[in-house]
């Protein structure tokens, strides 16, 4: 079972519960740009920016309750650069202090026993206190991740922010784990997925979110995901 809605308190991000079915599954998380805090029945951990899909292997009745950053934003709640995070998977008492994570999971703990639900009030709540307390995310990333989606250039969008593309290059790897070219080819396939769940053929697909043509937009779904499109879909 998986249920997610929009976040109350941390403002473009999305909460999240999922639990593991009998006999138990495998579960392939595609790359999207973003980054998740999650408890997973009892313990906090930090999925990191993904340049791959990642496999998990999730064992029946396990709970998950998550919050999943927007591109750009985790950094300033974790106050760990994306980059040291990219393509990890790392326990939340690994990069705040041991004493801090914990108390965390045990509000996340006692939150469980009226549901997952709970929990993920407790991870927002954690997380606007933090964003308030470091003064928010840096602006770039939000307006970045717009021109990038309209289908800009990086080299546009270095114009835009009024950066040289080294520069550009070098603000993005604390921000997103790696630098714009990839930022944007992670976000054209995360256009072209949602694009191909709502039913739109795979050749509009490829028009649509900016692909040379359907051959193009296999060869990078592969790339990205490891599986074809209409497997995602």
């Known amino acids: 079972m998986y249920r997610e809605w929009v976040s109350r308190r941390v403002p473009g991000a999305t909460a999240w519960i999922r639990s593991v079915p009998p006999p138990g599954d495998n579960h392939r998380v595609v790359p999207d740009g973003c980054m998740d805090l999650i408890w997973v029945s009892g313990e906090l951990l930090v999925a990191g920016p993904d340049t791959a899909a990642h496999v998990s292997t999730g064992a029946p009745g396990v709970r998950y309750a998550a919050l ?4 750009g934003l985790a950094p300033a709640v974790l106050g760990t650069p994306a980059a040291e995070l ?3 998977r790392v326990p939340l008492d690994a990069l705040w202090r041991p004493a801090e994570a914990r108390r965390l999971a ?15 009030a407790v991870l927002e709540e954690a997380a606007a206190a933090r964003l308030a307390a470091g003064g928010g995310p840096d602006p770039l990333a939000a307006r970045l991740v717009g021109w990038l989606r309209e289908g800009r250039t990086v080299r546009s969008a270095a114009d835009r922010s ?3 593309e080294r520069q550009l290059h070098r603000r993005c790897l604390p921000l ?7 930022l ?15 039913g739109r053929p795979f050749a509009e697909v490829a028009v649509h ?6 051959a193009h937009l296999s060869r990078e779904v592969r790339a990205l995901a490891g599986v074809p499109l209409r497997a995602l879909v």
Do not use: H
């Open 86 to 88: 990219r393509d990890r």
């Open 209 to 214: 979110a900016g692909y040379a043509d359907q």
């Open 106 to 120: 045990g509000l996340g703990d006692r939150a469980a026993r009226l549901g997952p639900v709970a929990v993920t």
């Open 176 to 182: 997103f784990g790696y630098g714009p070219k990839t």
């Open 68 to 71: 999943r950053f927007p591109p």
């Open 162 to 164: 009024g950066l040289s």
């Open 184 to 198: 944007s080819r992670v976000l054209r396939f995360d256009s072209a997925l949602a694009l191909a769940r709502a």
